[in-house]
């Protein structure tokens, strides 16, 4: 069964940067688009960023000119670059195809950023 698993989160001050993670077991990332989604509290869950297989990057507005997507192929790994971070930057964060596979979305890894 396939899994998602997401890492990296943590407590930052605004302007501060984080890494997270996200491996995948199974082949789910062999194809297609890959995303980060993020939840805020009492908000619905948004896309930040996604990439293709080939690199091809696309980007929230919230997201550009500071999130940088990227991802391992060979290690079925994905990663979500974020700097210049604000208050408005906390929720928890997820990792899924794009479009989302309904049934395999990870706990995600939670992202706080105080002022």
């Known amino acids: 069964q396939v899994q998602l698993v997401e890492s990296g989160g943590g407590l930052v001050q605004a302007g501060g940067s984080l890494t997270l993670s996200c491996a995948a077991s199974?082949?789910?990332?062999?194809?297609?688009?890959v995303g980060w989604y993020r939840q805020a509290p009492g908000k619905q869950r948004e896309l930040v960023a996604t990439i293709t297989r080939g690199g091809n990057t696309n980007y929230a507005d919230s997201a550009k000119g500071r999130f940088t997507i990227s991802r391992d192929n060979a290690k079925n790994l994905v990663y979500l670059r974020m700097n210049s971070l604000k208050p408005e930057d906390t929720a928890v964060y997820y990792c899924?195809?794009?479009?989302?596979?309904?049934?395999?979305w990870g706990k995600g890894t939670l992202v706080t950023v105080s002022s």
């Open positions: 199974g082949s789910i990332f062999s194809f297609g688009v």
């Open positions: 899924n195809k794009d479009p989302p596979l309904p049934n395999y």
